[in-house]
Nanobody, 124 residues
Framework: QVKLVESGGGLVQAGGSLKLSCAGH????????MAWFRQTPGKEREFVAS???????????DYAHSVQGRFTVSRNKVLNTLYLQMNSLKDEDTAVYYC??????????????WGPGIQVTVSS
């Protein structure tokens, strides 16, 4: 059974940093895309960042304009884990963050597997 598990969320002050992790279980995602999305109440799930792991390197990294320069996505092939380093956090980054895998692109329907989500709250 394929499973994604997010960790690393929590409460942080504006301007601070958090690092999210997404561990993949049940299959390798080498060659597949993995991504982060986020969602706030009453809004659609929005794209944050994505990457593809191929031939031992990370490729095709893409970021939403709103997080460009502040967030960094990375992957650990051995651990089958995706990371999201979030710096200079703002109030508007408060959301439930979801890890996605088994697809490519920046829209939710393009991904097959999803984690349960993890809350990130930024306080001013």
């Amino acid at each position: 059974q394929v499973k994604l598990v997010e960790s690393g969320g929590g409460l942080v002050q504006a301007g601070g940093s958090l690092k999210l992790s997404c561990a993949g279980h049940g299959r390798s995602f080498t060659g597949d895309g993995m991504a982060w999305f986020r969602q706030t109440p009453g809004k659609e799930r929005e794209f944050v960042a994505s990457s593809v792991w191929r031939i031992g390197q990370i490729y095709d990294i893409d970021y939403a304009h709103s997080v460009q320069g502040r967030f960094t996505v990375s992957r650990n092939k051995v651990l089958n884990t995706l990371y999201l380093q979030m710096n200079s956090l703002k109030d508007e980054d408060t959301a439930v963050y979801y890890c996605a895998a088994g697809g490519r692109g920046n829209t939710p329907p393009e991904y097959v597997y999803w984690g349960p989500g993890i809350q990130v709250t930024v306080s001013s």
